[in-house]
């Protein structure tokens, strides 16, 4: 069991990096990260596992409705695509020039 006090891992995606999907329903679809839920290891993916939700009625909306939403995804299901290439490719870190870690692309070697 992981510790409450521990820090989460450092995730090799990050909100606003364009992945394509490798495992699920949804594969082979590419999309950009809206979001990313750290503490259970998830990310919501732009057009990507859309799910049906029920609206209640309200004032504004007196019939309810149905409505179309990304779910999320486990982050182990996505793989980023390398900008320069446009390929997947999985991610390390290492330092740059000024001296600061950064996630380069592992197929191409360039920083992303």
Do not use: C, W, Y
């Not at 990313?36 to 007196?62: C, F, W, Y």
């Amino acid at each position: 069991m992981k510790n409450v006090a521990d820090k989460p891992a450092k995730l090799h995606i990050k909100k606003g990096d364009t992945v394509k999907v490798i495992s699920g329903n949804s594969k082979g679809q590419t999309g950009t990260i809206l979001r990313v839920l750290v503490d259970k290891q998830r990310a919501v993916v732009e057009g990507v596992n859309m799910i049906t939700k029920h609206v209640k009625p309200s004032a504004a909306n007196p019939q309810g409705s149905l409505e179309k939403r990304e779910g999320t995804i486990h982050i182990s299901n996505l793989m980023i695509i390398d900008p320069t290439t446009n390929e997947p490719s999985r991610t390390g870190r290492k330092l740059n020039d000024k001296g600061k870690l950064q996630r380069f692309s592992k197929k191409s070697g360039n920083f992303i």
